[in-house]
T-cell receptor
Framework: EAGVTQFPSHSVIEKGQTVTLRCDPI?????LYWYRRVMGKEIKFLLH????????ESGMPNNRFLAERTGGTYSTLKVQPAELEDSGVYFC?????????????FGPGTRLTVT | GDSVTQMEGPVTLSEEAFLTINCTYT??????LFWYVQYPGEGLQLLLK?????DKGSNKGFEATYRKETTSFHLEKGSVQVSDSAVYFC????????????FGSGTRLQVQP
């Protein structure tokens, strides 16, 4: 079974530019989460999809971040325009809906550097 | 709100030493507790979990016991190896309501031969 994959693994962009991160969850996992770790601090939740619907987006920092999940499969996270403080590692995770305690399986992360 | 506090790192140990990484949490109700590990250059991997008080999670020689009375979930290993060098994250989530994981800040472990 393939794990969670993320693309790209690393992105370097200038302040003001746009970046789109992609996450492909484990096949059959309805739940998809985005997290990020900034400057070696704790990993913080951004949002949670159930299939194509946003279940919880309370962690999204501002309206420069837009997440979508087309057809309940892969998800994209767009940052537009990027700011210096957006630098960090963005993790995607997925879980099955019917298996408590809802263990989440993580991808390798995308390291975003905004210069 | 929910929170997780881990001991500051880095933790440096010699091979075969005993490891303890402290983790305490604040949450209402009965959260599920997890330890995740991130090896160099890799993503987060679930190391072990516990879902109720007094449960002991274990994997790869690591153990942690869900202590509700002290709101703790300390990670232990009797004899560490160089290959255990990684960053360890304590986390919690809920069966009811919000399912997002709340993480601690991570503890870097460096094991020297």
């Amino acid at each position: 079974e393939a794990g969670v994959t993320q693309f790209p693994s690393h992105s370097v962009i200038e302040k003001g530019q746009t970046v789109t991160l992609r996450c492909d969850p484990i096949s059959g996992h309805d739940n998809l989460y985005w997290y990020r770790r900034v400057m070696g601090k704790e990993i913080k939740f951004l949002l949670h999809f159930v299939k194509e619907s946003k279940q919880d987006e309370s962690g999204m920092p501002n309206n420069r971040f837009l997440a979508e999940r087309t057809g309940g499969t892969y998800s994209t996270l767009k940052v537009q325009p990027a700011e210096l403080e957006d630098s960090g590692v963005y993790f995607c995770a997925s879980s099955q809906d019917d298996r408590g305690p809802y263990e989440q399986y993580f991808g390798p992360g995308t390291r975003l550097t905004v210069t | 709100g929910d929170s997780v506090t881990q001991m500051e790192g880095p933790v440096t140990l010699s091979e075969e030493a005993f490891l303890t990484i402290n983790c305490t949490y604040t949450a209402t109700g009965y959260p599920s507790l997890f330890w995740y590990v991130q090896y160099p250059g890799e993503g987060l991997q679930l190391l072990l979990k516990a879902t109720k008080a007094d449960d002991k999670g274990s994997n790869k020689g690591f153990e942690a016991t869900y202590r509700k009375e002290t709101t703790s979930f300390h990670l232990e290993k009797g004899s560490v190896q160089v290959s255990d060098s990684a960053v360890y994250f304590c986390a919690l989530n809920r069966l009811q309501g919000r399912r997002a994981l709340t993480f601690g800040s991570g503890t870097r472990l460096q094991v020297q031969p």
